[in-house]
T-cell receptor
Framework: GQQLNQSPQSMFIQEGEDVSMNCTSS?????WLWYKQEPGEGPVLLIA?????ELTSNGRLTAQFGITRKDSFLNISASIPSDVGIYFC???????????FGKGTKLTVNP | DTAVSQTPKYLVTQMGNDKSIKCEQNLGHDTMYWYKQDSKKFLKIMFS???????INETVPNRFSPKSPDKAHLNLHINSLELGDSAVYFC??????????????FGPGTRLTVL
């Protein structure tokens, strides 16, 4: 099946630092999504991207839909301890209801 | 007010047993899903129902049988449990719309441990 390559696998940063993670695929996706999962909880949608080249912000989070439609990145600025969790990219291909997830980036923020 | 709820939260059982996980959503959504998250946190869709009709059925052993008695409920029954079934199972729901992505709201997960 389709796969999304998400990197890095994990990040250990100091509070206040900026964070960047990305997702790539060999296939085209029509929608890119970024989710956050906290321990013991289900994923929660952070940002949805619908158009190639689109840049969308949600507070300190910014995500972009790659122009080739095969990649996306998520930036978190000025990280805080509550940013800890696992961040997943996910994609939807045209005509499909099936979300394909990346393997996640585990973020640890040291106060 | 819980949007998507699952029971039980934790399930520990022996190999070979049959077990069920229940999911309910009070969002009025018409589509519900089951996902499996393995020990490496990889999330993969298993099934999806729209208005009680199965629309996504991934390559899942037929020991797994979803049942949707109504739009607000989607249960997952697993027969003859195996060690490899140990995982966290997430239910999700969404509302079909005319265009764009229909956000999926996830439940808190059910951690299944097969001994």
């Amino acid at each position: 099946g389709q796969q999304l390559n998400q990197s890095p696998q994990s990040m250990f940063i100091q509070e206040g630092e900026d964070v960047s993670m990305n997702c790539t695929s060999s296939s085209i996706f029509n929608t890119w999504l970024w989710y956050k999962q906290e321990p013991g909880e289900g994923p929660v949608l952070l940002i949805a991207l619908y158009k190639a080249g689109e840049l969308t912000s949600n507070g300190r989070l910014t995500a972009q839909f790659g122009i080739t439609r095969k990649d996306s990145f998520l930036n978190i600025s000025a990280s805080i301890p509550s940013d800890v969790g696992i961040y997943f990219c996910a994609g939807l291909q045209g005509g499909s209801e099936k979300l394909v997830f990346g393997k996640g980036t585990k973020l640890t923020v040291n106060p | 007010d819980t949007a998507v709820s699952q029971t039980p939260k934790y399930l520990v059982t022996q190999m070979g047993n049959d077990k069920s996980i229940k999911c309910e959503q009070n969002l009025g959504h018409d589509t519900m899903y089951w996902y499996k998250q393995d020990s490496k946190k990889f999330l993969k869709i298993m099934f999806s129902y729209n208005n009680k009709e199965l629309i996504i059925n991934e390559t899942v052993p037929n020991r797994f049988s979803p049942k949707s008695p109504d739009k607000a409920h989607l249960n997952l029954h697993i027969n003859s449990l195996e060690l490899g079934d140990s995982a966290v199972y997430f239910c999700a729901s969404s509302q079909t719309g005319p265009t764009g992505y229909n956000e999926q709201f996830f439940g808190p997960g059910t951690r299944l441990t097969v001994l």
